[in-house]
């Protein structure tokens, strides 16, 4: 062990260097790839020199996600004491389902959730669970309302038509775990947003009661802290009530913005959080730790437990169902995401977690006014939102993106809202700060002239 821990400095200080050198890896073709590196595995063992070579081709055509020229995605950058902990936490390599197995490690995965419920204002009953993405959070917390929406489901099966809301411009995986869970497709209605892509309450309370006159059984709705594409934030003190009127369990998806809740300043956007059933926040976005680290806590711990825990003797042989998290958890066998994020908390304080998301907005803000200075570009997105959408002298916003990859300049995506399609610049990249952004217009704008593309 201790040679390839040496070999692992060696590649991992290699790394450190290309992300500055070459920050957008070159990309390689997909019908070269096979024939560019040597990724073919074997009947007999490798040489360790060409292991160790194979190793430094990959890292270097690999895209570098921590470094300054990454905007293409909702994380980036590295926080370096949150890279420790994973590190040891593979090291450590413990299971979380029970308290033999992974010992202080369920406390530190506890003390997380029980920070992160103070913080939001649930109370002594709640409790939370960590998830293998956003997406399965999501997923958790529709399982949930589903059970305790008709608690029959979880042996006969689904036999009605059980209703999801969500915004029109709400992530995908509310749709996908529709299916997923049995509920279909089709029982997912789109609520209408506005122009700034927050979910109409009066559009939501419409649908409600054309799903009721129909016979049809409403249950859930799932509001956005942060949508994917233009990062709005929906009004929960606005659609709580109507999830009290007609008793729907109330989700808050904050994968991408939910670490809001962090920030003095920001908070606001997430008001009325602590009515809502549940809440769910990817610490791998906006906080920067390692691939993935999500989380979701619900405000009664017991629906945790009706539908997601399962007797089994073989696995749990000692302690208390507190401790045995395998009881709460969507998985058996689970890595432990909680190290991580522990030890950038325990690092940082929770005022340090409050100055990485500041930090975000007034990043974003910067970007917003440099856009709105200069004429040749135009701004689609609002305060508020660290996704900051734009097109520069109207040049189609997906040909510019991929011309930019392609060439090895910059990684950064495009979205679209309400049928015009921009470059999402987001400033979520812990490595990021106001000299990166000044970098990153004028790297596109000598781009575009030089290539002749306006
Ligand atoms: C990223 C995101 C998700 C999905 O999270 P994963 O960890 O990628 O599964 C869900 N909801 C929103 C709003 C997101 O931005």
Redesign the pocket.
């Known amino acids: 062990m201790n040679k390839d821990l040496k070999l692992f400095n060696e590649l991992a200080e290699i790394l450190l260097k290309e992300e500055k050198q070459q920050p957008v890896a070159k990309p390689i073709d997909t019908d070269k790839l096979y024939k560019t590196l040597d990724l073919s595995l074997n009947e007999h063992p490798s040489l360790d020199e060409d292991l160790k070579k194979t190793l430094l081709e990959i890292i270097k055509s690999t895209p570098k996600t921590a470094s300054t020229s990454f905007f293409n995605q909702?994380f980036g950058g590295r926080m370096s004491k949150a890279t420790l902990g994973d590190l040891l936490a593979v090291m450590l390599n413990n299971s979380m389902y029970t308290y033999k197995v992974a010992g202080p490690q369920v406390g530190i995965e506890k003390t997380i959730l029980h920070n992160i419920c103070d913080i939001i204002g649930y109370d002594k009953y709640s409790d939370g669970t960590f998830a293998p993405?956003?997406?399965?959070s999501?997923f958790m917390a529709m399982v949930m309302a589903r059970d305790k929406h008709n608690s029959t489901v979880r042996t006969a099966g689904v036999n009605s038509k059980m209703i999801v809301y969500t915004s029109e411009v709400s992530?995908y995986?509310i749709n996908k775990n529709a299916a997923l869970m049995g509920i279909g497709r089709d029982q997912v209605r789109q609520v209408k947003v506005n122009a700034e892509g927050q979910m109409l309450a009066s559009d939501l309370e419409l649908k409600i009661k054309e799903d009721l006159a129909n016979n049809n059984q409403p249950f859930f709705v799932n509001a956005?802290a942060?949508?994917?594409v233009l990062g709005a934030f929906d009004n929960v003190e606005e659609i709580s009530p109507i999830c009290n009127t007609y008793n729907l369990w109330l989700h808050l998806?904050g994968?991408?913005g939910g670490s809001v809740i962090f920030s003095k300043k920001y908070k606001h956007l997430v008001s009325g959080i602590e009515k809502t059933d549940s809440f769910s926040i990817?610490a791998h976005?906006m906080l920067g730790t390692p691939l993935?680290c999500?989380i979701i806590v619900v405000q009664d711990k017991k629906y945790l437990n009706q539908s997601f825990s399962n007797d089994a003797e073989y696995l749990y042989q000692t302690d208390g169902d507190d401790f045995n998290l395998g009881k709460t958890s969507l998985q058996c066998g689970r890595r432990n995401d909680a190290l991580k994020f522990w030890t950038l908390w325990k690092s940082v304080g929770t005022t340090g977690l409050e100055k990485i998301v500041d930090k975000q907005f007034e990043i974003a803000d910067y970007a917003r006014d440099y856009i709105k200075a200069h004429p040749d570009y135009t701004l689609y997105s609002f305060e508020d939102s660290i996704s900051v959408c734009f097109n520069y002298k109207a040049i189609d916003a997906k040909t510019l993106c991929t011309k930019l990859y392609e060439s090895a300049e910059l990684m950064v995506g495009y979205g679209s809202f309400n049928d015009t399609d921009f470059i999402r610049l987001v400033t979520i990249n812990s490595s990021i700060d106001k000299n990166d952004i000044s970098n990153f217009f004028k790297s596109l704008e000598t781009f575009v002239k030089t290539k002749n593309l306006a």
């Open positions: 909702l993405g956003g997406s399965m999501n992530h995986s956005t942060g949508t994917t998806d994968a991408y990817n976005k993935s999500s």
